[in-house]
């Protein structure tokens, strides 16, 4: 039996109506769940689908704009002590000089102040203003709110810089905030 047709569809509409979709089911010799679990995702994150659920988030405070993969992110799970980071993005080692080992399971402060002591040549505004900024984002994160500021960060090497960053709070699979994710950009200054 044919759907019924309206008048004012062109042809490739009605070409999709009578189109009867079949599932597709993957070979079984060339896909095996046990063997290959996690192949694109080691840290077992879907990346993609969270990232897909900051775009689709209900009532945005802060447009992000386009999100590509260049983009420095880190993932923070708010159900830990001490919200720490348990994902972050190739861009975000970049960026700041740290590896993995040295940024996952711990917290962002650690950006907030040259490591070692190290006296960081950087951007001027270090002080009670980078105090306000750091309370304002901790205010945020602690009330689940999106934020968006400008805040001085340093990178391994001690050199100071001004980093954007965007905090979007994340129901990922739960009814409950869980995930805080921080998208973040050097300013050129």
Not at 45 to 64: C, E, G, K, W
Not at 77 to 83: A, I, Q, V
Request: charged share 20%.
């Amino acid at each position: 039996m044919e759907p019924p047709m309206a008048t004012d569809m062109n042809f490739w509409e009605e070409q999709a109506l009578k189109h009867r979709h079949t599932p597709h089911r993957p070979d079984p010799q060339t896909f095996d769940t046990l063997i290959y679990p996690g192949l694109y995702s080691p840290t077992g994150l879907d990346i993609l689908t969270l990232l897909t659920s900051i775009h689709a988030r209900p009532n945005p405070q802060i447009a992000l704009g386009s999100v590509d993969l260049a983009c420095a992110i880190v993932v923070c799970d708010l159900r830990m002590p001490d919200t720490p980071i348990v994902y972050a993005t190739p861009p975000f080692y970049a960026m700041t000089g740290y590896t993995a080992r040295e940024v996952l399971g711990g917290n962002c402060r650690f950006l907030q102040a040259p490591p070692g002591g190290l006296s960081g040549g950087g951007p001027a505004t270090v002080g009670r203003g980078n105090r306000e900024v750091v309370r304002q984002m901790r205010r945020a994160v602690e009330r689940n709110a999106e934020v968006q500021v400008e805040v001085v960060n340093y990178k391994k090497s001690g050199e100071g810089f001004v980093n954007f960053v965007t905090i979007i709070p994340v129901r990922f699979g739960s009814e409950a905030f869980n995930y805080s994710v921080g998208f973040m950009c050097e300013l050129e200054g």
